[in-house]
């Protein structure tokens, strides 16, 4: 089954913690599950500053300078990846770095139906 | 064999294994309502077929097959036949033989450790296992946690989804995660335990019910997974379940500890209880139920309550606050020291809690001060912490019992 691994936290602190990790270490976990195949994507994100918000209505593109909505924690980053089950999935999410400050939402991918 | 004999026998078999089978049925279709429905089928077929053929040698392994080729023909009639689900259902390996116990065990053990998967919250952990595991009805579960059954149903049809959705896999933990998971376990037990005796409310009879299904599960559990936790917390039920019949006198009004006619106490239970609790401790480091276990052990071997130990008593609280630090136990271990040092210096200790913030909700750290200051002629102290333990509460039985200790400071 696939998943994404939601890193949420609080940007203003993601690096600045005693336990914050160091881009390195991030990629580093990246790099071994991409060697073990388990890992489709994984990219960490620029802040939500920087988001702009695309809505389509009755045909009219409207655009909104930041997220889609204002939270106290934001998406920091993801990881798509291939798990056995939901087991394997939060065994590989209790090691995303980022999870010692901030929270990693796992949510299985729904498959599109023919 | 006539129809009626047959029935009884068939009854039976329901009664006993029909959890078995939905266990296994639910490993080898990976679809709870599938084979829920698929083993009803089953079971009503069996009737027929019996009446004809007579009763299969194993009649067990018999309504397991026949499950699952009701269930391809479930997937048919409900015009969601999809070719791929049913070719894995015939992919399962059938070289294991349904009738084999081992493997049954392990099914039931899988099935519990899915009801109680850290991933659900606890608040569907417990309908779910008392559903899936006891077979209790949505109804049934309803009245015990005084819920609409719409409630409970649509909390067990989430479960369900999210095992499904997220595929929470139907296994027994690996070696590494068995701590962790058995943990979570244990806790639906205790809770389903506990909603039973310490009734915050609902009928006594239904909550009876509560307290037989946990040692049930608890039994099931120690029988499938013999590991010195489980042992503990089985000996800690048998314990305070030994205690029900004293509780509370003949209009449902409380009765401490101490008034308690020890002569009601289930000694059955108790011999067990103790025993279990015993063994849980020789077996390696005392676990948090086992330590709760080997003080109410301590409390059920003393026949008058001036016998009881509390010195070890309260060894036995340091240990757990040493390892699972936690107010309440810090409160009980305060009312044991009161009753070997005298009432000021347990009061001391409770005071300091309540001081530091913490269990200022908790009524009966209130009653415990309440009565500790009675002890000491301290009325009015005395009065006001009852009083301030009756806001506090709204169980029935103990808010009559404050009432009646606050009557009796009256006129003193």
């Known amino acids: 089954m696939k998943y994404l691994c939601l890193v949420y936290c609080d940007e203003g602190l993601l690096h600045s913690l005693p336990d914050s990790p160091a881009d390195a270490e991030c990629q580093a976990y990246a790099q071994v599950l991409e060697g073990s195949g388990r890992v489709l994507a994984a990219q960490a994100l620029?802040?939500?500053q920087a988001a702009t918000t695309v809505r389509v209505r009755n045909?009219?593109?409207?655009?909104?300078?930041?997220?889609f909505a204002e939270t106290k924690e934001q998406l920091a980053g993801f990881y798509l990846i291939e798990a056995r089950d939901l087991n394997e999935a939060l065994n590989i999410a209790k090691g995303i770095p980022a999870a010692r400050v901030g929270s990693v939402e796992v949510r299985p991918v729904r498959e599109l139906q023919p | 064999m006539l129809g009626e004999q047959l029935r009884e026998v068939v009854d039976e078999l329901y009664r006993r294994d029909s959890r078995r089978i939905l266990a296994t049925l639910i490993r080898l279709l990976g679809d709870f309502d599938l084979a829920e429905e698929a083993m009803h089928e089953a079971f009503f077929i069996a009737v027929e077929r019996w009446q004809r053929d007579g009763i299969p040698s194993n009649p067990r392994a018999w309504l397991v097959s026949t499950g699952r080729f009701k269930a391809i023909d479930l997937l048919r009639r409900h015009a969601r036949f999809d070719h791929a689900q049913a070719d894995l259902i015939m992919l399962v390996p059938s070289d294991d033989d349904p009738g084999d116990e081992a493997l049954?065990?392990?099914d039931r053990l899988r099935l519990i450790f899915t009801c109680c998967h850290p991933a659900l919250a606890a608040d569907v952990q417990v309908p779910l296992t008392l559903r899936e595991v006891c077979g209790l009805s949505t109804e049934q579960i309803a009245n015990a946690f005084v819920q609409r059954p719409a409630t409970i149903a649509q909390r067990i049809v989430r479960a369900k989804a999210k095992i499904r959705d997220a595929g929470i896999a139907y296994q027994v933990p690996e070696q590494a995660e068995l701590a962790e998971r058995l943990d979570s376990v244990l806790r639906v037990i205790y809770l389903v335990f506990n909603e039973g005796y310490s009734a915050s409310s609902g009928e006594a009879v239904v909550r009876r019910e509560l307290c037989d299904e946990a040692i049930r599960l608890g039994r099931l559990l120690l029988q499938l997974l013999p590991a010195p936790q489980v042992t503990g917390l089985l000996a800690l039920m048998l314990l305070q379940a030994s205690r029900q019949a004293a509780r509370s006198d003949l209009d449902g009004n409380l009765v401490l500890l101490d008034q308690q006619d020890r002569r009601l106490w289930n000694h059955q239970q108790i011999a067990e209880g103790c025993q279990l609790a015993e063994q849980a401790l020789r077996a390696g480091p005392a676990g948090i139920?086992?330590?709760?276990?080997?003080?109410?052990?301590?409390?059920?071997e003393a026949l008058r309550p001036e016998d009881t130990d509390w010195a070890q008593i309260i060894g036995l609280y340091d240990v757990l606050q040493r390892h699972w630090p936690s107010p309440v136990i810090e409160l009980n271990r305060a009312a044991a020291l009161a009753r070997r040092d005298g009432p000021q210096a347990g009061l001391v200790l409770i005071e300091a809690l309540l001081q530091r913030g913490e269990l200022l909700d908790y009524h009966l750290a209130h009653a415990a001060c309440a009565e500790l200051h009675g002890q000491l002629g301290q009325t009015e102290q005395a009065r006001a912490a009852w009083q301030r333990a009756l806001i506090l509460t709204q169980q029935?039985?103990?808010r009559r019992y404050i009432e009646q200790r606050l009557g009796d400071l009256q006129g003193r």
Do not use: F, K, R
């Open chain 1, 59 to 67: 045909g009219q593109m409207s655009l909104t300078d930041g997220p």
């Open chain 2, 396 to 398: 029935g039985p103990e």
């Open chain 2, 104 to 106: 049954l065990g392990d």
């Open chain 2, 289 to 300: 139920y086992s330590l709760q276990a080997a003080i109410a052990a301590l409390h059920a």
């Open chain 1, 46 to 48: 620029q802040s939500v």
